[in-house]
């Protein structure tokens, strides 16, 4: 799905007063950079390598955003799916336990590395209290 797709589902949901359904889309490069996504169902979406800077998520559903930190000073976020939530950080795209390594591997034991594992930490608590998607 591109940007023009998700963004049209998004106006004709909000046109008639309703949550814009992008559950399960794949958004994986989409370029949505300052989009409107409020009020979205972003519950199981792929957004490997999608461009969120500056999209406005206010009560979008199933999504989680952390920021900006860590050693790029960028936003990281958490999407909700049904096996668990997937995080998108920089170019990475992947599970929870995914993350931890490659943060471990990466960030060893400095400041980046605590901050990760503190996300890691919120994303898991935000995940048991609103469940999968």
Do not use: Q
């Not at 814009?20 to 958004?27: E, K, Q």
């Not at 994986?28 to 500056?54: I, P």
């Not at 936003?75 to 336990?97: N, S």
Request: aromatic content about 10%; hydrophobic content about 45%.
């Amino acid at each position: 799905m591109n940007r023009e797709e998700a963004l049209e589902i998004v106006a004709v949901a909000r046109g008639n007063g309703l949550r814009a359904n992008l559950r399960g889309a794949n958004l994986s490069e989409a370029y949505l950079r300052g989009a409107d996504l409020s009020w979205a169902d972003l519950s199981g979406a792929n957004l490997y390598m999608a461009n969120l800077r500056g999209a406005n998520l206010y009560m979008a559903k199933g999504i989680l955003a952390i920021g900006p930190g860590g050693s790029r000073g960028d936003m990281l976020y958490a999407v909700a799916h049904d096996d668990g939530p997937r995080i998108m950080a920089g170019c990475f795209w992947g599970t929870v336990a995914e993350f931890r390594d490659k943060a471990n591997e990466t960030r060893g034991d400095n400041e980046h590395a605590a901050y990760y594992e503190a996300c890691i930490a919120m994303i898991e608590a935000w995940y048991a209290a609103y469940g999968g998607a």
